[in-house]
């Protein structure tokens, strides 16, 4: 497969070509074993002080880790068994917590909506002594109110529609010149292949991120550096700790160096809007969390719903030639793949019944997005892609106090890309069916390796 070395125009400040500067990225998706995706170290646990202690993570038992696995696109069979037996059912009991998988939609939506009446996100302490490691876990998914009202309340208005709105014609901008991107890279190569996942599904939310935060060209060519080594699970997601702990480090700096000199972005609008209400660390925090939802998210998402768009042409056809319902088919594609695994974990704070099962205060609830959302509720055949679906809201955000803070420039993200590849690319094919990708194994956010296509037939 061939790769373009001349380098790209200098809109977005990168002083090497694109294609150099995520292809590593090719062997790196964003493909995060829970342990990673958490922030900490371990479900292989310990005890400390007579608590569960998670704090030194090897591996995810194979217990908890099936339901993280999927039959293609499609979530493992044995989900719809557990449903049809119980839309909530014991996954596993782990050094005595027991552990429940919600696969039902309103179960799932019950347990979701919960702003702290029967449930905790704080996963502080479990790890180490009480606590006491809350500060390297952080971030929105893992508050609970008043410390997550608190927080949240600085990020949501840099995420209203209002305020993405000045993002638009830099996202179209990030969009073309990567589909400019894709055409010279087929032209070179030989065989006419290109990879989407390089070119495409990882470049546009990475460069969207880091205008939203505010980078200099400057220091986003460093952040890419530690983003793809974040991302890079090949050796079981191990190599990726000293990146997270690297990439948080260098966004808690620069959050401390736009304290003194505010940038345009998200960090700059947080530090003149609010000033010293909010710490460094904290912002740091939230800015880690903007770019680990913005990236993760987005990346499997474009990759993901491009190979199912290729897999029904007639709604490919309908994108390319301006007919089809953007909206209908991008909301269908977010049910569809529900590409966030679970939702974060809820800890039961006293017992609480849930669609009949009986959870006991310290019991952890979790919840499976891809499984609630092909819930038989949603119609007929709600394992197929169907843009004419008339359904209710899907939770591929999650929902309530937790649900995505970044839906919106998900969204956006979305509705231009695709829409975008398929005028530019109307004959794009997929060089493998779609059963035989190279998809992720255990991930909570879930994708493909590599996404290989003929751009120009």
């Known amino acids: 497969m061939g790769v373009p070395e001349g380098r790209p125009r200098s809109a977005f400040g990168h002083t090497a070509p694109v294609s150099k500067l995520f ?24 005890q ?6 998670l704090s030194k993570i090897e591996r995810v038992p194979a217990s908890l880790g099936w339901p993280l696995e ?24 782990f050094l005595g ?5 919600v696969t039902g939609y309103d179960a799932g939506h019950e347990v979701l909506v919960d702003r702290g009446a029967a449930y905790s996100t704080d996963i502080r302490p479990y790890v180490g002594k009480a606590g006491a490691a809350g500060g390297d876990i952080g971030g929105l998914g893992f508050t609970d109110p008043p410390d997550h009202t608190r927080l949240r309340k600085y990020l949501t208005p840099e995420f209203t529609r209002r305020r993405l709105q000045r993002l638009e014609p830099l996202v179209d901008a990030i969009i073309e010149r990567q589909l400019d991107e894709i055409e010279a890279a087929a032209e070179e190569a030989e065989d006419g292949v290109v990879d989407l996942v390089q070119l495409f599904s ?20 460093i952040f890419q550096e530690l983003g793809s080594a974040r991302f890079d699970v090949s050796s079981g997601g191990i190599g990726a700790f000293g990146a997270i702990s690297g990439s948080r ?18 960090i700059g609008q947080i530090v003149r809007d609010h000033g010293d209400e909010i710490s460094d660390y904290d912002l740091g925090g ?37 007919e089809a319902d953007v909206d209908a088919v991008v909301e269908e594609l977010l049910r569809y793949l529900s590409v966030v695994q679970v939702a974060f974990p809820r800890f039961a704070t006293k017992d609480v019944e849930v669609a009949g099962q009986q959870v006991r205060k310290g019991d952890v609830v979790l919840v499976h997005l891809p499984a609630v959302d092909r819930d038989p509720s949603f119609g007929a055949c ?51 069916e779609t059963d035989d990708l190279d998809y992720f194994g255990s991930s909570i956010v879930y994708g493909v390796e590599r996404l290989l296509v003929r751009p120009l037939g």
């Open 286 to 322: 939230l800015a880690d969390g903007a770019f680990t939802g913005g990236m993760e998210t987005s990346a499997g998402m474009l990759a993901l719903g491009s190979a199912v768009l290729l897999d029904h042409p007639e709604t490919w056809k309908q994108l390319a030639a301006g």
């Open 202 to 221: 990882f470049p546009i939310p990475f460069l969207v991120i880091c205008e939203l935060l505010g980078l200099s060209d400057e220091r986003r060519a």
């Open 382 to 432: 709600p394992h197929a892609f169907d843009p004419d679906r008339e359904v209710k809201s899907h939770l591929a955000f999650g929902h309530g106090i937790h649900r995505c803070v970044g839906a919106e420039l998900a969204r956006m993200e979305l509705r231009k890309a695709y829409p975008a590849l398929a005028r530019r690319f109307p004959d794009l094919a997929l060089v493998r």
């Open 48 to 53: 400390v002080g007579g608590r569960v202690d």
């Open 70 to 93: 999927r039959e293609g696109v499609d979530p493992p069979g044995r989900l719809e068994e557990m449903r049809a037996e119980s839309p909530v059912g014991l996954l596993t009991t």
């Open 249 to 266: 480090e260098f966004l808690l700096a620069e959050t401390a160096r736009q304290r003194h000199d505010p940038g345009p972005g998200l």
């Open 23 to 46: 292809g590593g990225l090719r062997q790196a998706p964003a493909r995060v074993l829970a342990g990673v995706q958490t922030g900490v170290r371990g479900l292989v646990l310990k």
């Open 97 to 101: 917590i027991k552990v429940w998988l």
